[in-house]
């Protein structure tokens, strides 16, 4: 894993004081990492052009809180998580269905999330002319899915059929075609019966991801939505002192003012929106079921 600090002035002033007295004690030493918030996240590119947001957000919390911020790559979300459990790193920044799976097992916190839509997040959908009505009547038959690893195009609708009393590979076939684009192909093509895609692409018709016009289509059923848009984990054993650190300069990280610098997490929709701290377990609940519907481990998240 690649560690990377942003000194703040506190830690900065007391480097240069250890360095003129020779101080090496592990007192010190340890009143030095209190001040340190460990951060995991995963690796964002090697492009050297590219302002990473990574280290924009250890800077700003640096400048709002003080502390010195280590940010350490990890390989996958199971890495980041398991940083945060063994207590490595003190906090990850996630997407909604890792983060839920982290926190329900009970063994990372919730330090904070930003709250999603109620909007469907996927819907299903057949040619016009195909005789199925409704997802109900997808018993018998092969759908379309983008990738076992993708929210919108696989585990929000799995969980849609299982509503309807659908099992997967027990009441209908289920196919992965590698892309929402290639699923749309597979339906106009008659390679499938159905396909499930992000609500949000089936806006884009004539492009490559719903290469259909208006009217070639029929939509059959859409999912719920998803309480929890994005998330902090915190490791429980991380200090009080940096927790409420945190809690009170992570809203602040995340305003407006900020959106220039941060980038993809501007992007994200989660700047500028007002987050809830310190949620329960409880709030992560729909999206662990999905999960459980689905059959998704921490492990098959990209």
Not at 93 to 109: H, I
Not at 151 to 160: N, R, T
């Amino acid at each position: 894993m690649n560690t990377r600090r942003i000194l703040g002035l506190g830690a900065l002033s007391l480097a240069g004081l250890l360095a003129i007295t020779g101080c090496s004690s592990s007192a010190s030493a340890d009143s030095a990492e209190a001040d340190v918030i460990r951060i995991a996240t995963l690796p964002t590119g090697d492009d050297p052009t590219v302002v990473n947001p990574i280290v924009a957000l250890g800077e700003i919390i640096t400048a709002e809180t003080g502390m010195t911020v280590e940010i350490t790559d990890a390989p996958d979300y199971l890495g980041v998580v398991e940083a945060v459990r063994a207590d490595h790193v003190d906090i990850a920044l996630m997407s909604a269905f890792p983060s839920a799976l982290a926190v329900n097992t009970g063994e990372v916190d919730a330090l904070m999330t930003w709250p999603g839509s109620p909007d469907p997040v996927s819907k299903c959908y057949v040619l016009a002319d195909s005789p199925i009505q409704s997802v109900e009547e997808l018993k018998g038959t092969t759908v379309a899915f983008a990738d076992p690893g993708s929210s919108s195009g696989f585990f929000m609708p799995v969980h849609l059929l299982d509503s309807v009393g659908l099992k997967r590979d027990v009441d209908y076939e289920a196919m992965f075609t590698g892309g929402h684009d290639r699923s749309a192909i597979a339906v106009k093509e008659g390679q499938v019966d159905a396909a499930c895609t992000a609500t949000m692409l089936t806006q884009m018709t004539c492009t490559d991801y719903f290469p259909f016009e208006d009217g070639d289509v029929r939509f059959i059923g859409e999912s719920i939505g998803i309480d929890v848009s994005m998330a902090v984990i915190a490791s429980q054993g991380m200090s009080d002192e940096k927790r409420n650190a945190l809690l009170s300069a992570l809203p602040t990280v995340f305003s407006e003012k900020n959106a220039e610098v941060l980038g993809v997490y501007a992007e994200a929709g989660i700047v500028g929106v007002d987050p809830i701290l310190e949620p329960s377990r409880e709030a992560f609940q729909s999206l662990v079921d999905v999960a459980a519907v689905a059959d998704v481990d921490i492990s098959d998240l990209k």
